[in-house]
Each structure stands twice: as structure tokens, then as C-alpha cells.
């Protein structure tokens, strides 16, 4: 028998007055002066209430009342610019989990296609600047972002978040050595600029796309240098032969730690290797813990 899945919210938000919502949490000064929060209030100010609060209603006899779930910068910035009222997201329970948590934010690559839309449909430059609460110069910046990268790095962070100056970095380097770098970038689940920054300098000349204008780095020598360069190299080869054994390995690893487990899940197995082999019992005890910790199981002995 299928088993309908009940929707854990109205299917239609609703104006509230913030008088009826209260906050779970308070906001204090010190977040108040948060870029984050100023960024909130510039957003409200200039396209109003893009996300809704999301509220659950109290059981009352008096005056409807409604606990906030999430959105509490939301409601602070509402408040601070003298809103009466705002749209909400009514939530049929009070569960006190964060909604925004759920909800993958804005990649870089995303962001730029945003702003060239926006600038597409006459948008200017400045208003898009205050509704992002930064400055026009950094909308500049975004909407230039992918000048220069290569469509398949631009395919590879397409979801991932980088800043300008990451992305002016990668455009030092040949579409190949883009490419690399990216894919590193990826498997540390790394794109902050200096890691970038090293990669580019642990780049050989051949594969920049003005090695003439390499300048020294932090006082490195050549050979320096050519040592970083070879190092690196062996660095994406292994990175490369661990991707391609990964998945065999680990399920490997998952089939022999089965097999532990059962062994010493039997007593007589188990009271025999105690009695007559103490040591190695021991060794597989810690070998099984160990194995069930790494691969994310959780020790059961």
C-alpha cells in the first residue's frame, strides 16, 4: 500500500505583521555590523523581500501569534528599515532545524550569469551593486569573471564558489593547465586564492600564457622552483591514481570488514581466538574499530 508524504508547509506564503512573529534567538550588535547583515538590509531597500520568513503558528486563543523558524537577519533588517509586515512561509510543525542549511547558495559561475542577465535587461550597474549591498567596482569584476577560463573549467566550477581573484589566477594559466588546476581544486575542496597562487607558481613556463611577465615568488630560486614544479606534478598523478582506485578500494575494504565483523560477532571464533591468541584478537578488535570509524559505520565494540 503507497503511503501519501504529507507537505510540511502551506502551499501559499502569507503577510504577517512582524508584531505577530517572535524571534527564537536574538540578534546581537556585534552581527549587526556583519557585512552579511548590511548586505540584507541594501537587498531589502532596493528589490524588497526576495526570501520569506518561515514561521510556525502558536496555539491561541488570543491574538494569532507565530514562532520564527528562520530568518532572524531577515527580520531584524525588516524591522530595522521600519517594515510593518512580510511575507512568510507558513511551516505545518516547529521543527527548529535551519532552513538555509538545506539550500545550496549561489556558485560563482551562477552569480556572474545573474548579473550579466540583470545587466541584459537594462539593470544598471550601481543598482545591482546596492542590491548586493558591495561595490559597483566588484560587479565590475563579477561580470568580467569568466573572460579567459576555458568552457571546460568553467563546467567543472560551475556549482563551486571562488572568488575574483582565484578566477584572475587560473587565467594566468593555458587552457590544459586550467583545466589541472581545477580538478585539483575539486579534490582538496580548495579554491581559496594563495592555494591557487601556489599551483600557478608551481606551474612550468611552457604552460602559462605569459611566462615572461613570471615574477620571482616569496624569494624562491630557480631551481627552487623546477623542485615545486616536479613535486606538483607528482602530486596530480597520485591524486589522479587514488581517484581511479577509490571506489574499488573502498568497496574492498567494506566486504573484508563484513567479514571481520562476522568472525568476531561468533562466540566460538571470537572465545578461541582469545584464549589461544590473545594478541591478534586484540589486533582485529582495533583493525575492525578502526576500519568502521574511517569508512563512517561507527564502532559497534
Do not use: W
Not at 520564527?68 to 511575507?87: F, P, T, W
Not at 567543472?156 to 581545477?182: C, G, W, Y
Amino acid at each position: 500500500m503507497t503511503k501519501s508524504i504529507e507537505i510540511g508547509f502551506d502551499q501559499k506564503t502569507r503577510v504577517i505583521a512582524l508584531d505577530q512573529i517572535a524571534p527564537t534567538k536574538l540578534v546581537s550588535n556585534e552581527i549587526k555590523k556583519t557585512k552579511k547583515y548590511r548586505q540584507i538590509i541594501s537587498s531589502i531597500e532596493e528589490i524588497g523581500l526576495v526570501e520569506p520568513l518561515v514561521v510556525h503558528r502558536l496555539n491561541s486563543s488570543q491574538q494569532q501569534r507565530y514562532t520564527l523558524l528562520d530568518g532572524h537577519l531577515r527580520l531584524e533588517a525588516l524591522k530595522h528599515l521600519k517594515v510593518g509586515e512580510a511575507r512568510c512561509l507558513l511551516a505545518k510543525d516547529d521543527e527548529m532545524f535551519t532552513y538555509n542549511k538545506r539550500i545550496n547558495r549561489l556558485a560563482s559561475v551562477q552569480e556572474h550569469y545573474m548579473i550579466l542577465r540583470a545587466l541584459d535587461y537594462g539593470v544598471p550597474e550601481d543598482r545591482i551593486a546596492r542590491a548586493l549591498g558591495v561595490n559597483i567596482s566588484r560587479i565590475r569584476e563579477k561580470k568580467k569573471l569568466l573572460d579567459g577560463i576555458c568552457p571546460e573549467v568553467v563546467e567543472i566550477l560551475k556549482d563551486r564558489q571562488f572568488s575574483t581573484h582565484t578566477a584572475n589566477l587560473l587565467k594566468k594559466m593555458k587552457p590544459v593547465r586550467q583545466i589541472e588546476v581545477a580538478e585539483l581544486m575539486v579534490a582538496t575542496n580548495n579554491y581559496a586564492a594563495p592555494y591557487v597562487r601556489a599551483l600557478v607558481v608551481a606551474t612550468p613556463a611552457s604552460q602559462l600564457k605569459e611566462p615572461e611577465k613570471r615574477k620571482p615568488y616569496g624569494g624562491l630560486s630557480s631551481d627552487e622552483q623546477t623542485s615545486m614544479e616536479q613535486e606538483m606534478s607528482k602530486l596530480q598523478r597520485d591524486i589522479k591514481a587514488v581517484e581511479e582506485s577509490y571506489g574499488t578500494n573502498m568497496l574492498t575494504l567494506v566486504v573484508a570488514n563484513g567479514y571481520l565483523s562476522r568472525l568476531l560477532d561468533n562466540e566460538q571464533v571470537s572465545g578461541y581466538l582469545r584464549r589461544h591468541h590473545g594478541e591478534l584478537h586484540r589486533q582485529l578488535e582495533t583493525l575492525h574499530d578502526g576500519i568502521e570509524a574511517d569508512i563512517g559505520l561507527g564502532g559497534s565494540k
